[in-house]
């Protein structure tokens, strides 16, 4: 998510100050691994860089110095070193909230952002038209470009460096945005709104880093500069009080200048109820357009009253083909070339001038695969793939360095599936389980399973659902699935994942091949119904089924008249419910 801490006002005539909610974040110091020293995320590649060549490179211990000469060159080139990823991962997830001041030396060349003034007045109103050079917004890194050998690898890092590379490619304008032609495709509705600069009330519903924030962007963007202001908050670090102050804020534009507001609320479904509540006269009197961003379903986390005056506009997890096109220029902003199947790089012209790095086709091609629509996901392993190979070093005879699939697949971890623990997506796998078990489907009994288990599911949470299958679903058609199932949990809970998994899959298949019934569910399930409806005080239990302990219980009649069913030979007759409710049938 992108969660900024912090809420951030822009508008076309001036940027007015980004004030910071609560306490400011500080940037997470990490140590160095060779001389021990303690520094910002953002600096630690380039200190390495200075550090292990200042170092000694014997063998000989530097007071301070903690690793081995092997260590250092092992941290410096290869990728697989423990140690490696944690620079890369670190910098990879870390947060740069926009105008925090950093030492990198990309964020200080001009921003797009920061040129945003220069430019206005000159951004056409309302239509969607290509942007003009100059106004490409910061989704467009200055290029590499042919740099000599070793400067050209310090400034692919340098431009790795900082802010992570989604946040950096965020495009600035709809021809950048790819996908998601549902919505925005031609004559939908929402492009004639944006056409014709008239913006509803929206909730963007949809996938993590699908888009969402970016549109809410490119929608301010398109409006009116000089009669709109566009305020973002993030609900997962705004505060009522903050809420009120950017309403009180909209109320004073709206009167004094006639300035409407965008209000970008990134992750509304975190706001309770009464939260949601604060925005609504205000969106329906029109002093503030609602832009909100939720990956919830809106319809169980948003206000129906905000709902019913929101267009929900759903979002889809992005294309494999629309991935590739955002890979693809991200690659190119970064100046690294791409290497198509049959096309081998040039060995003699990838001398010392040639662009550094080079990455297969193929490579981009199963990224955009594993993402799953993730397009954070997907730029963010690029990133650290480069990392990780800018510190692999190029390969020896070819000289030159290329990203492989391998490099992908390595960047990648097993967080790229889309799974959501606490959210709808939760709730979704687990009912696909249930029914795909209870439809005897083995196949896609294991399928859901896999999908839980793989995106972190807890095995135990999926293991209590099988014993209530085994029960709700199965019954007494086999009574042997119970056991089975919570043996399951048991074992489960005995050995943790991953070794569990295997446990979970033999017992969800189990469960699916073995025959359904649901006679005691819907039994046990007339009788609560019964007792619900019953009208009165319960009917007292019969005497004769009364247990009677003592001499005084006796003489009341408890027990009275009770036959006693081993000592007869044949079958019993005798009441077993209470006279008011005889007759009545449950199985
Ligand atoms: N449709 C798209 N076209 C091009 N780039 C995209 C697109 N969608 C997302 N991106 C890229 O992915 C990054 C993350 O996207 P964004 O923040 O808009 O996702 P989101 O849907 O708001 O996700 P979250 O719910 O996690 O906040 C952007 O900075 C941008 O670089
Ligand atoms: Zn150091």
């Not at 924030?213 to 929608?219: G, R």
């Not at 040639?354 to 086709?361: S, W």
């Not at 490099?407 to 971890?413: A, F, R, S, V």
């Amino acid at each position: 998510m992108t969660a900024p801490h912090f809420w951030q006002v822009q508008s076309g005539i001036m940027d007015e100050v980004a004030r910071p909610v609560g306490a400011g974040i500080a940037e997470s110091h990490v140590q160095c691994p060779v001389c021990s020293q303690e520094m910002p995320a953002s600096a630690i590649n380039l200190h390495l860089d200075t550090c292990l060549q200042v170092q000694p490179a014997s063998g000989v211990s530097v007071k301070k110095r903690r690793l081995s000469c092997e260590d250092q060159v092992l941290l410096a080139r290869n990728p697989n070193s423990p140690s490696f990823p944690l620079f890369q991962k670190a910098k990879a997830s870390e947060y740069q909230p926009e105008g925090t001041p950093t030492t990198s030396p990309f964020l200080t060349t001009p921003s797009p952002r920061r040129t945003e003034t220069a430019v206005k007045g000159q951004v056409p109103s309302g239509a969607v038209q290509p942007p003009k050079p100059e106004e490409l917004g910061s989704g467009h890194l200055p290029k590499v470009g042919f740099q000599e050998g070793q400067q050209g690898e310090k400034m692919l890092a340098e431009r790795l460096d900082g802010k992570p590379l989604a946040d950096k490619m965020r495009p600035c304008s709809l021809q950048d945005y790819m996908g998601q032609n549902k919505v925005l495709g031609e004559n939908t509705m929402l492009r004639t709104l944006l056409q014709s600069n008239e913006i509803p009330s929206i909730i963007l519903w949809g996938p993590p880093g699908c888009g969402k924030t970016t549109l809410a962007h490119i929608i301010a963007k398109n409006t009116h500069k000089n009669t709109t202001r566009f305020v973002t908050i993030s609900a997962t670090s705004a505060s009522t009080n903050d809420v009120r102050e950017v309403i009180k804020q909209a109320q004073n534009e709206q009167r004094l200048f006639k300035r409407k507001t965008i209000l970008f609320v990134d992750e509304i479904h975190r706001f309770n109820k009464t939260q949601q509540d604060t925005f609504l006269p205000h969106v329906e009197c029109g002093t503030i357009t609602l832009l909100g961003a939720t990956t919830e379903n809106p319809s169980f986390q948003v206000n129906n009253a905000l709902l019913s005056r929101c267009r929900v506009i759903v979002l889809e997890k992005l294309s494999v083909e629309a991935m590739e096109a955002i890979l693809m220029r991200a690659v190119e902003s970064l100046g690294i070339k791409v290497l198509s199947e049959d096309l081998q790089p040039d060995c003699r012209s990838s001398s010392a001038s040639e662009t550094p790095m080079y990455v297969e086709q193929k490579a981009l091609t199963t990224l955009a695969h594993l993402c799953d629509g993730d397009a954070r996901t997907g730029l963010n392993g690029l990133q650290l793939s480069v990392q990780a190979g800018l510190a692999t070093g190029k390969d020896a005879p070819a000289n030159i360095m290329v990203i492989k699939e391998e490099h992908i697949k390595e960047g990648l971890q097993r967080s790229h599936i889309l799974y959501d623990r606490a959210g709808e997506e939760h709730y979704n796998c687990i009912s696909a389980l249930h029914k795909s078990m209870r439809g005897s489907d083995q196949n896609a009994s294991l399928y859901w399973l896999g999908r839980m288990l793989e995106g972190g599911e807890d095995p135990l949470y999926v293991a209590r659902r099988l014993v209530r299958f085994a029960s709700e679903d199965i019954g007494l058609a086999d009574p042997l699935a119970l056991p089975q199932a919570v043996s399951t949990f048991q074992a489960c809970h005995f050995i943790g994942m991953p070794e569990c998994e295997v446990i979970l899959a033999q017992c969800v298949m189990y469960l699916a091949r073995t025959p359904k019934s649901i006679a005691v569910y819907s039994a046990y399930g007339k009788v609560k119904e019964c007792l619900k409806n019953h009208k009165g005080p319960l009917p007292p239990v019969p005497l004769h089924l009364r247990n009677a302990p003592t001499r005084l219980m006796k003489d009341f009649g408890y027990g009275k008249g009770y036959k006693y069913n081993p000592m007869y030979s044949q079958p019993v007759e005798q009441d077993y419910l209470p006279p008011e409710i005889k007759g009545i049938k449950f199985v």
